[in-house]
């Protein structure tokens, strides 16, 4: 949610902003803006409303010259989405500017104050608040002698390190601010000067030649470089062109080395794929061997993860996450209750957080989250970890926000992310859970040695299984065509199936704005079916299972009302055909682990129907990529 651009060099800034903010679109936007300090001193600001190319049109013709910048786009929280709102904002004086990603919760407290002490505000944005109190920082500092830093702060306390008045008028400014952030800041006071600052919400510094970076992803600043250092929580920076200095949140200098980014410039682009959805949907089976690679060797799971937390006192686990995080935590459950014997529950982050279990030592709580940016799945872990619950992070992202909170964190390794829906992130999180309940079962004992085995061979094979998949998209692509002028479908499935009849329908109401719902087969006599009339579609999960029976008396209930069913089935099954309209066959895989290959037709046929439908299927409305407010 909001991306935020800096750099520092020799070279005209308004390129890598503009280029910068485009490969941040997928984290969501509704306006954008750069600014830009001229070699003559003064701010070139400009801002827009609506897509990144309002923004592009604007500049274009008279970009500015400056080779230090920041850029953002703006995914509105205070204030609608307009010119005005949009940021960069600037203080009184117009010397400052400022980029802010995250909710300054105490910003009408601020606002009020900084107005009674003069200060004039032009935007309805919690933003504008850390303009001025850096603004008023830089007035008090004012007095202290020309670069004679380190300075006294406000309640006398010595402040470490040169790093520019800057920067630490924005460290005393962020003493006064509540929430969540990650800035940008520069002054036309100190030109050459460029600082970040970040508290739970992402902020990446990219270390380049005779130039230095900011950026809320990687994939920014990849064209320029792959040396990077994320901030961790409450950190500062100042960057000039030749330097990187990190600063904490006591203002203490802090040394870091960078790291190398591995992944490729192509990782994050489209490599021929019209859209980045589908290009993630293609590279699930690439995906899950790399989530899988060194956790499934010699015939058993095992993640060295799992070995620095003591899970010895463990007796209930809980799963908290958000959207599709939760629905991968959701089938997780199904198959650890079985294979780890042990109450396991899901919870969603905003309500855990808000309505926590009594959790001790005996919990382990595992957050899910794509991201690792995701607030409330966040302040679950935070609040899991106080309690004194063993915690651990399942996510995508190194080094993220949620990985600081707990205590141990198993990565995906599916690469980036960039299509704003869930894809292969999702079958990532289930394969690396099926593989962390084997190695849980085995530590406990509680599977024998043939059946952890036997599992860990057909999760093995889940790669081949969904390219086999992928391989014939046409059966979906044509109910797709058929899919445009519906407007309501409901998903059914049982065990296994009735989480990832959850995971089709969120898929399909994200992307091609179709109304769609999931629900348990068995629960369709309880309600549900009182929307079946005549013409209604319905897509069924009935591949083999224990409950496969179940699965086509529900089906005949429907068809019996006029509904046209779609069943997603095994490979082989000729049978039901009787029972179905339309056949989308899968390959065969044990009923625990089916809802890799089955989820992959619903996400096609949510990505064919979006694109009939003439939606923006990479970026759809209303949504961000990382959701890091509440
Ligand atoms: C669905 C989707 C969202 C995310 C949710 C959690 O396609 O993308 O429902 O799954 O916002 O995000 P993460 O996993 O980043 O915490």
Not at 4 to 19: M, Q, S
Not at 199 to 205: E, K, M, N, T
Not at 312 to 338: D, N, P
Not at 554 to 564: D, F, I, M, P, Q
Request: hydrophobic share 45%; aromatic share 6%.
């Amino acid at each position: 949610m909001c991306g935020i651009v800096g750099v520092v060099g020799r070279e005209p800034a308004a390129p890598f902003l503009l280029d910068g903010l485009r490969r941040l679109e997928y984290r969501g936007y509704d306006s954008a803006g750069i600014a830009v300090i001229a070699p003559n001193g003064t701010l070139h600001l400009h801002r827009a409303a609506g897509k990144l190319q309002n923004l592009v049109a604007l500049v274009t013709g008279r970009e500015p010259h400056g080779a230090v910048g920041i850029g953002h786009t703006r995914w509105a929280t205070h204030g609608r989405p307009s010119d005005e709102n949009a940021h960069p904002h600037t203080d009184c004086t117009g010397r400052i500017c400022v980029v802010h990603n995250g909710i300054i919760e105490n910003f009408a407290t601020l606002r009020d104050q900084l107005q009674a002490r003069g200060h004039t505000f032009r935007s309805e944005t919690d933003t504008e608040v850390l303009a001025h109190l850096i603004e008023e920082e830089l007035a008090r500092l004012a007095a202290c002698p020309p670069a004679s830093l380190p300075v006294t702060a406000a309640d006398g306390r010595q402040v470490e390190g040169d790093g520019g008045r800057l920067r630490v008028a924005v460290h005393e400014a962020l003493l006064r601010v509540q929430g969540a952030y990650a800035l940008a800041a520069i002054s036309l006071d100190e030109p050459h000067l460029l600082v970040g600052a970040a508290r739970h919400a992402p902020l990446v510094v990219g270390i380049g030649d005779d130039a230095n970076y900011l950026a809320s992803d990687i994939p920014a600043l990849l064209p320029r470089t792959r040396l990077v250092i994320r901030l961790r929580e409450g950190e500062l920076v100042a960057l000039d062109r030749d330097r990187v200095l990190l600063y904490d949140e006591t203002g203490r200098a802090v040394e870091r080395l960078p790291t190398y980014v591995e992944w490729d410039q192509s990782a994050a682009e489209k490599a021929g794929y019209p859209h980045f959805t589908l290009k993630e949907i293609h590279e699930q089976p690439e995906a899950l061997r790399r989530a899988l690679a060194g956790r499934l060797t010699d015939g058993r799971a095992y993640l060295a993860e799992l070995d620095g937390l003591d899970l010895s006192r463990v007796t209930r686990v809980y799963l908290v996450g958000c959207g599709t995080s939760h629905y991968a935590g959701m089938v997780a459950k199904y198959a650890w209750e079985q294979w780890l014997r042990l109450p396991v529950e899901c919870i969603i982050g905003s309500e855990m957080r808000y309505a926590p279990p009594p959790l001790d030592e005996h919990a382990l709580v595992i957050a899910i989250s794509q991201s690792g940016e995701t607030a409330d799945t966040r302040a679950a872990a935070e609040w899991a970890a106080r309690a004194g619950a063993r915690t651990l992070a399942l996510t995508n992202v190194v080094g993220s926000s949620l990985t600081q909170t707990v205590e141990a964190s198993v990565y995906l390794y599916v690469g980036p992310e960039i299509g704003v829906v869930s894809t292969k992130a999702f079958t990532g999180q289930l394969a690396v859970l099926y593989a962390m309940g084997l190695d849980l079962a085995a530590r406990r004992g509680t599977l024998p040695p043939e059946q952890l085995q036997e599992l860990a061979a057909a999760l093995a094979a889940m790669p081949e299984r969904v390219a086999a998949c992928l391989a014939r998209p046409e059966p979906v692509q044509r109910i797709a065509a058929a899919c445009v002028n519906v407007d309501h479908l409901l998903f059914i499935g049982r065990g296994v199936g009735y989480p990832t009849a959850l995971e089709g329908a969120l898929k399909l109401k994200e992307v091609s704005y179709i109304h769609a719902e999931g629900y348990p087969a068995g629960e369709l006599k309880h309600g549900p079916i009182a929307l079946v009339e005549p013409g209604k579609l319905l897509i069924a999960l009935a591949t083999a299972s224990a409950t496969y029976d179940k699965v086509l008396s529900n089906l005949e209930e429907v068809k019996a009302r006029g509904a046209r069913v779609v069943a997603i089935a095994t490979e082989g099954d000729t049978a039901i055909q009787r029972h179905a309209d339309h056949v989308l066959y899968v390959p065969a895989a044990p009923e625990l682990l089916s809802p890799i290959v089955n989820v992959v037709p619903m996400q096609l046929l949510a990505y064919y129907a979006a694109v009939e439908r003439g939606c923006d299927v990479d970026q759809p409305r209303n949504l961000a990529k990382s959701v890091t407010v509440e």
